[in-house]
C-alpha cells in the first residue's frame, strides 16, 4: 500500500507541471510577455486602412480600467454588439500596479474587440517595470495616426512617474508632428491620460503645452481620464475654441463615443 | 505603518529561529554534564548556540514569483523539525526590462506532518507558509519617492508577501553513500501574492489560473 501510493504522488505531481504550464512566472514584475506585440502600430495600419477615403467615422473611449476587468469585459460586448463603432481608444491605465501579468490580461480582454483599439499610457502603467511592459506590448508612448482629414496625436503625460528621465509631455515630439503635417489634415485632436494641470502632468509646462496644441490646424479637442469623473469643458486660448472631455473610469460603466463627419463632431456618453 | 516595514518585519523573522533554538537547548544533554563550573557550562552553551546558528540545509526554487532561480539556506526548528525558516537570494533575468535584476526572499515554511514510506523516503502531505520578496532595484520603492504627494499610490513596489501550499518528498541518503548531505527533499508549491489576491477578491475574469503560481524546489539537508 505505502509503496504504491509513492510513485501514485509522483505521477499526480508531475502531470500537475504539465497542466499548469502558464502557472509558472518568475516574478509579478518579470516583463515576460507572451502573445501579440507592437499592437498600437498594428491597430493603427488597420484603422488607416479600413477608414482611407472615409470622412465620417466613430470611435469610442474607454479609460482607467486597472483592476476593473468585468466592468471592462462587458464594456467590450457592449461596444461588440452595436457594429457601427470604428475603432476604440483606451485612455490609459490599463494595470493598476505595473504587474506584467495585469496588461496581459487587460490585452486579452481587449483583444476581444471586433474593432482595431489604440492604447495611451497612464501613470499606473508606469509603475514598477510597467514602463517597459507596456513599450513591448503597444510600442512607443507618443505617436500619431490620421483618419480622413483629422490627425490624432497621442500624448505620453504622466510626467510625475517620469522624473526627468524623459520629456514628458515630448515637446520634440510635438514639433516634430507639426512639421511633417501633411496639408490634407484640417483638423487635430490630442489624446492623453493626465490632463494639463493635473496632479502627474508638468504644470510648469501647462500653458506652453496648451500654446503649442492650439498651433496645430484646426484643434477640435482633448481627450483624457485620470481623475475617474466625466468632465466636459469648453476653452478659448490664443484665439482658438476647443473643447476637453474627460472618460469616467470603466467603474461607471460609461464609454465615450463621437461621431465624426466633414461639418464637425457629436460627443456622447454611453452607459452600458 | 512604518513600524509594518520590510526591515522591521525582517529582523523579526531573522531573530525567531535562533529564539526557537535557545529554547530547545537547555534540554540538551550536552550542556548539562555534570561536575563542569558555571563559566564552563556558560561557554559551553555558547559554542552550542554559534553550532545551532550554522544553516542546516540549503535550498534552491524555481519560479514562484521570487526570480527564474533563488538559491538559498535555512533552519528546521520544532519538536519534529516541523518549522523552517529561509533565506535566498534570486535572479530575474532581463526579459523587456533595462537590466536584470535580484531579489531577496525570507521564508517561514511549517510541515504538520511526515508520513515516513520504506526504502528511506518519506512524504510530507502539506507545506505551507509565507515568504516576503524584495527587488533590489532602484526603479522600485518600498515607500512612494517624495515627489509623490503623500500616500498616492498606498502600497509598495518592491516588497511582496506570499502565502503558498505545498507537498514535499524526502529521501534520506543512507549512510555508506553520503556524499554531500544527509537528505534530499523535492517539493512543489501554489503560492499567490498579496496584489494577485486583491485583484482576484473583485474580479469573476480571474481564474485560479491566472492569479495562483507554481514553484519547484530542492532541499539538501546538512545536518
Not at chain 1, 488597420?46 to 470611435?59: A, H, V, W
Not at chain 1, 490632463?195 to 502627474?200: F, I, L, N
Request: net charge negative.
Amino acid at each position: 500500500m505505502e509503496n504504491k501510493s509513492l510513485p501514485i504522488t509522483v505521477l499526480l505531481l508531475f502531470s500537475l507541471i504539465a497542466i499548469s504550464c502558464d502557472m509558472i512566472e518568475v516574478h509579478p514584475y518579470d516583463t515576460k510577455v507572451t502573445g501579440e506585440k507592437n499592437l498600437n502600430a498594428k491597430n493603427i495600419m488597420r484603422i488607416e486602412g479600413m477608414l482611407k477615403g472615409r470622412e465620417s467615422f466613430k470611435f469610442a473611449v474607454i479609460s482607467d480600467t486597472q483592476r476593473w476587468y468585468d466592468e471592462t469585459e462587458d464594456a467590450v460586448r457592449a461596444i461588440n454588439a452595436r457594429n457601427d463603432v470604428d475603432f476604440l481608444i483606451h485612455a490609459g491605465d490599463q494595470a493598476d500596479f505595473g504587474l506584467t501579468d495585469e496588461f496581459i490580461w487587460m490585452k486579452n480582454i481587449l483583444g476581444r474587440l471586433d474593432i482595431p483599439f489604440v492604447s495611451i499610457i497612464g501613470n499606473h502603467d508606469c509603475l514598477g517595470t510597467g514602463k517597459d511592459v507596456f513599450r513591448e506590448i503597444y510600442g512607443e508612448t507618443n505617436f500619431g495616426f490620421t483618419v480622413g482629414d483629422m490627425r490624432f496625436i497621442c500624448m505620453n503625460t504622466n510626467a510625475l512617474e517620469y522624473d526627468y528621465s524623459e520629456p514628458v509631455p515630448d515637446f520634440d515630439f510635438m514639433h516634430r508632428e507639426l512639421e511633417l503635417l501633411p496639408d490634407t489634415i484640417c483638423r487635430s485632436v490630442f489624446l492623453m491620460h493626465a490632463a494639463p494641470g493635473s496632479d502627474v502632468f508638468n504644470n510648469n509646462v501647462k500653458k506652453v503645452f496648451e500654446y503649442y496644441t492650439t498651433l496645430f490646424p484646426g484643434l477640435q479637442f482633448y481627450i483624457y481620464g485620470h481623475t475617474h469623473a466625466l468632465t466636459v469643458d469648453e476653452i478659448v486660448s490664443d484665439g482658438v475654441r476647443y473643447h476637453c472631455y474627460q472618460c469616467p473610469n470603466i467603474k461607471k460603466r460609461t464609454y465615450l463615443l463621437f461621431t465624426v463627419d466633414e461639418n464637425g463632431y457629436e460627443y456622447e456618453a454611453v452607459e452600458f | 505603518m512604518r513600524l509594518w516595514s520590510f526591515r522591521y518585519i525582517f529582523m523579526m523573522l531573522c531573530i525567531c529561529p535562533f529564539f526557537a533554538i535557545a529554547q530547545v537547548e537547555p534540554a540538551d544533554t550536552a550542556i548539562r554534564k555534570t561536575g563542569l563550573k558555571r563559566s564552563e557550562r556558560r561557554y559551553e552553551a555558547r559554542i552550542h548556540r554559534y553550532r545551532n546558528s550554522v544553516p542546516s540545509y540549503s535550498k534552491i526554487q524555481m519560479y514562484g514569483d521570487m526570480g527564474l532561480i533563488s538559491a538559498g539556506v535555512g533552519w528546521n526548528y520544532g519538536k519534529r523539525d516541523q518549522w523552517e525558516t529561509d533565506i535566498f537570494l534570486g535572479l530575474i533575468p532581463k526579459y523587456n526590462s533595462e537590466n536584470a535584476k535580484a531579489t531577496m526572499t525570507l521564508k517561514q515554511n511549517f510541515m504538520p506532518w511526515n508520513i515516513p514510506f520504506r526504502g528511506n523516503f518519506s512524504f510530507e502531505p502539506l507545506s505551507c507558509g509565507l515568504y516576503l520578496n524584495t527587488v533590489l532595484d532602484n526603479n522600485f520603492w518600498t515607500h512612494e519617492p517624495s515627489r509623490y504627494p503623500h500616500g498616492y499610490y498606498g502600497f509598495s513596489t518592491r516588497i511582496r508577501i506570499h502565502i503558498f501550499l505545498g507537498e514535499r518528498i524526502t529521501y534520506e541518503i543512507p549512510h555508506e553513500k553520503r556524499f554531500f548531505a544527509k537528505a534530499i527533499t523535492l517539493y512543489y508549491e501554489i503560492s499567490s501574492c498579496d496584489l494577485y489576491i486583491i485583484s482576484a477578491f473583485t474580479n469573476r475574469y480571474l481564474k485560479p489560473r491566472d492569479y495562483l503560481k507554481l514553484s519547484f524546489g530542492l532541499k539538501f539537508q546538512i545536518l
